[in-house]
């Protein structure tokens, strides 16, 4: 998918919620784990329920390589599932990988051309020649780690490095690589006095923003010094979306929680 058609479902659908889909089988209603492949059927449920209120999913791999080849068949099945029946849905992989040459090549085939996501979260610490082989590929977008919403973000990120913060200077050194127009970045919602600063040296390009919900970020901080002339944001919320409920009714009170969050940014965008 180009950002352009991403632009063009944000306005078409007035929201720009991407939904993470982080399945943890301690967490999902009871009844699913009866099924065959229950990370599957949750995931379905969740999609069919509020697939019209977001524009993105957001599955961390995480939750999947934890269940080792059964979990990695549901994501195979979630990310087809999705590429099927709903194609204008844009499609993102949290795998956070970053590893140089040969392996980072290895890694962006595994993602876009194995699994057909759109976009891969990377880790930027190894430099341009573990990210530039990401951006090699037509049509998919590589989501580059600049300022995170963990506790820890401050221990390395906001650090000064001749006289500037090390984001900053990642995210200024990035816009020199090779196909950087392929590039976005994540930003943690709980950093929103940052924005504003970040849109100085990156004013339109598409940002990830996870944190707003369970993690306490506010989307209106957020909108406030982040939103671009193109919308620019990808709003994230994962925990306080897919387990609204832990019963029969988690998808439908899901969507419910993914409608509140659409309605605000629908009055935002205006």
């Known amino acids: 998918m180009t950002t352009q058609e991403l632009i063009t479902q944000i306005k078409k659908k007035k929201s720009f919620l991407c939904i993470g889909l982080d399945v943890d089988l301690n967490k999902i209603p009871s009844h699913l784990l009866k099924e065959e ?5 949750f995931n379905k449920a969740i999609i069919d329920a509020t697939n019209h209120l977001c524009v993105a999913y957001k599955p961390n791999t995480a939750f999947y390589e934890a269940y080792g080849l059964k979990g990695w068949k549901s994501l195979e099945k979630t990310i087809n599932y999705l590429n099927e029946n709903y194609p204008d849905i844009y499609t993102i992989a949290d795998a956070k990988r970053g590893d ?18 759109d976009s891969v979260t990377v880790a930027p610490y190894m430099g341009k020649d573990s990210v530039e082989p990401f951006l090699a ?17 401050f221990d390395f990120q906001t650090k000064e490095v001749d006289g500037k913060e090390l984001y900053k200077q990642v995210l200024e050194t990035s816009k020199n690589w090779k196909n950087a ?12 006095e940052y924005f504003k600063e970040i849109r100085k040296i990156v004013p339109n390009s598409f940002l990830l923003v996870p944190g707003v919900g369970a993690q306490g970020g506010n989307l209106q901080d957020v909108c406030k010094y982040g939103l671009s002339e193109n919308i620019g944001l990808l709003i994230n919320s994962s925990r306080g979306i897919i387990y609204a409920s832990t019963d029969t009714d988690y998808a439908k009170k899901a969507a419910l929680k993914a409608e509140e969050l659409q309605k605000e940014m629908a009055d935002i965008l205006g």
């Open 37 to 41: 492949d229950p990370i599957f059927e």
């Open 100 to 117: 140089i040459g040969n392996t980072s090549t290895m890694y962006a085939k595994a993602f876009f051309e194995d699994l057909a996501f």
């Open 137 to 153: 590929f037509d049509n998919k977008h590589t989501i580059m780690l600049a300022l995170t919403s963990n506790e820890g973000s």
């Open 181 to 192: 127009d392929n590039l976005m970045y994540v930003v943690g919602a709980t950093k929103a």
